[in-house]
């Protein structure tokens, strides 16, 4: 399987350590994220390589909100990194039995997970994002999570950090007049 | 405004953002609380054990289960019921949940019904259509007064809303939620957003718009909201009015969240079908699923008393 590796700046390295030259080509790709890879590198590489952005309708926004954010320092003390995470499961009631595959991207801080929707855009631009195992959960039992090494494509990647940005964050007016 | 209030609840964690709302509502409202449960689907004809909605485990049925059930609901309300115990009232009954829910607030004429979304964390944070819960969709479809779906934890709540969106695709179904928006948007003192979204997937201006024909589509619908809603505003100021151009869930989204909206009020679809059969829109259920703020789904002008 072919490697496309994430730089910090928005690039797509090929095997051979050169840009990709045709983005669309590397979707298939298995990804590897550079050391200190962030959401901003995220946006970097949507901004650099266009055609991204229509694999969600989510990204257009993520980028309008993201230019307005300082350059630098948007982290937060709630969150060591951010973690894409394969899920899989097996649900049996109600309805009928079903097998549901699913990326998504969750907040972690000392290794438990926080749901990203609590923090505001501007907070997490610069936490590092990494990769997560394959969760298996079996009937909704989810004390018994089973875990196991799994790779990402470029595409699963892409889709699992738009998904997760498109549900709305609480608005700062709500929690203060809370 | 409201005189009978339906909160339909599963007792689940799923419940706890609507049940804050449901209660202030009331008591703003003064109005009285069915806090409602359904105890679990029949196994089978005059079958003495019911599936528990929220397990799948088998319950042998009799007044002890439902005696503990209440006692369980009266424990994870207790908070809220201490301040309003008196208008409260708390009911279950054995059957479907979307069915009875339905049933009962025909029955006791509930003024709204307000009901979680079903989308745990755990589920994928709702990345199914199925997710979606089918209680709440069914509700949603056949309810004759509004459905309030809250899929997020509101601290501002009814008593502090202070911007409703208001978001029409001019269909008939719109034309009812409407009414329902200005009405509390009156009610409360509090602006009142109206919303289009001209949408530029679905084709309908013919292939790839040119800026002229969006542009051309942006007026269209400027006028129309003027003829259609601004003509029923009356005295009332607070009202403001924005048409963009994209997808229309994301527009309704980023829209909400730019106007700090607080509540957002839309029509169940958007087709020109009946009511009774139509399905749950795709706009309404991407902005029910990602939406920060309350979602008021209006489907019949029934609700409506003068």
């Known amino acids: 399987m072919n490697t496309a590796t994430l730089a910090r700046n928005g690039m797509i390295l090929t095997d051979r350590e050169s840009e990709a030259v045709e983005p669309l080509a590397h979707l298939a790709s298995k990804v590897t994220l550079e050391n200190g890879y962030t959401l901003r590198s995220f946006l970097d590489m949507v901004w650099r390589y266009s055609v991204f952005q229509a694999i969600s309708v989510f990204i257009s926004p993520l980028m309008e909100e993201c230019a307005s954010c300082p350059d630098s320092g948007c982290r937060t003390d709630g969150l060591t990194h951010m973690e894409l995470v394969k899920r899989v499961e097996m649900t049996g009631f109600p309805g009928e039995p079903r097998f549901n595959i699913l990326c998504t991207l969750t907040g972690m801080h000392n290794g438990t997970e926080q749901e990203l929707r609590l923090f505001q855009f501007d907070h997490l631009l610069d936490v590092p994002i990494k990769l997560g195992m394959l969760k298996h959960t079996v009937f909704g039992d989810s004390v018994n999570v089973m875990e196991f090494e799994t790779d990402y494509s470029l595409f699963e990647f892409i889709e699992g950090v738009a998904w997760e940005f498109g549900f709305q964050r609480f608005p700062e007016h709500c929690s203060i007049r809370g | ?306």
């Not at chain 2, 003064?30 to 359904?38: N, P, S």
């Not at chain 2, 009332?236 to 909400?256: N, Q, T, W």
């Open chain 2, 1 to 306: 405004m409201f005189d009978k209030i339906m909160f339909a609840t599963s007792g689940t964690p799923v419940c706890d953002s609507p049940a804050k709302i449901a209660f202030d509502l009331a008591e703003r409202e003064d109005a009285e609380l069915l806090l409602f449960h359904v105890l679990g689907v029949p196994s089978r004809g005059f079958s003495v054990e019911v599936t528990d909605v929220r397990t799948g485990d088998k319950e042998a049925l009799g007044e002890d289960y439902e005696a503990w059930v209440k006692e369980e609901l009266t424990n994870t309300y207790d908070n809220q019921l201490k301040l309003y115990v008196d208008k409260t009232r708390i009911m279950t009954t054995v059957g479907v949940p979307s069915t009875e829910i339905l049933r009962l607030a025909r029955k006791e004429g509930t003024d709204m019904i307000v009901m979680g979304a079903n989308t745990r964390p755990e589920d994928g944070g709702g990345r199914h259509r199925s997710i979606m819960g089918n209680t709440m969709m069914s509700v949603s479809k056949r309810a004759r007064c509004p459905v309030l779906i809250v899929n997020r934890p509101c601290n501002t709540c009814w008593n502090l809303f202070s911007s409703i969106v208001y978001c029409t695709d001019f269909s008939k179904a719109a034309d009812h939620a409407f009414t329902f928006a200005l009405k509390v948007a009156k009610d409360i003192g509090c602006p009142l957003h109206i919303f289009h979204a001209v949408n530029l997937q679905s084709g309908e201006l013919g292939g790839k718009p040119t800026q002229a024909m969006i542009e051309n589509e942006i007026e269209y619908a400027k006028k129309r909201i003027e003829e259609k809603y601004l003509s029923q505003v009356g005295d009332f100021k607070m009202v403001e009015v924005d048409v963009r151009e994209g997808v229309p869930h994301v527009e309704i989204l980023k829209y909400a969240r730019e106007k700090e909206g607080d509540l957002i009020a839309m029509a169940h679809h958007s087709k020109e079908v009946d009511p009774e059969v139509a399905e749950i829109g795709t706009t309404l259920e991407e902005v029910v699923l990602r939406s920060a703020c309350p979602v008021a789904s209006v489907n019949h002008p029934d609700w409506l008393k003068d």
